[in-house]
């Protein structure tokens, strides 16, 4: 497994080793030991999710104030543009944001360390996006930051507007989130 950090040091893309031939391909989704001699991190994942969203659809940027999770995503159908936004007041790296193309082409996957808000945009027709996380899902402590804050300036590969949730709909401005 190969880590490659991004512009905020802590958000890692992982490549995984393939072995590939006609008849199709095998890779390790996830092996503890790997993961952590790739990035020297010894977490614990506690929550593995799984959703699917047609082209277009924008899920993000959230977060939890309590029970911060890091996520380790991947795509097994389809592609998405992933990002994390840092939000770690004190950070070096406080209000800026990583991206990378995640798909089942590329086999990528990407580490969201905790306390960073994470999102994503749907590329292909539909994308099978599953995560893993360090802690639980805490409905009460999520938060969401909007996805096109012109302090942060993500460069969103959008044509036109994205379909968001209600909720994302709703999501503030990082310099008036709740962090």
């Known amino acids: ?30 092996n503890q030991t790997a993961f952590q001699a790739a990035t020297g991190l010894d977490v614990t994942f506690v929550q593995d999710n799984h959703s699917r969203s ?33 939000i770690r007041r004190g950070s070096p790296t406080f209000g800026q944001w990583a991206g990378a193309e995640v798909s089942e082409d590329n086999h990528r996957q990407m580490w969201v360390p905790p306390g960073l808000a994470h999102g994503f945009l749907v590329l292909s027709e539909s994308a099978d996006f599953l995560y893993k996380t360090t802690d639980y899902y805490a409905p009460q402590h999520e938060r969401a930051i909007a996805w096109n804050d012109p302090d942060i300036g993500i460069e969103w590969p959008l044509d036109g507007l994205p379909l968001l949730s209600g909720k994302d709909q709703l999501a503030k401005p990082l310099r008036d989130a709740e962090l």
């Open 1 to 30: 497994m190969k880590a490659t950090p991004t512009r905020i040091p802590d958000v890692l893309v992982l490549e995984p080793r393939i072995f590939g031939d006609a008849r199709g391909f095998f890779l390790e989704s996830f």
């Open 54 to 86: 047609t082209r277009g659809v924008l899920r993000g940027l959230h977060y939890q104030l309590q029970q911060p999770q890091g996520k380790l995503v991947r795509v097994v159908r389809g592609s998405v543009f992933d990002v994390a936004v840092d």
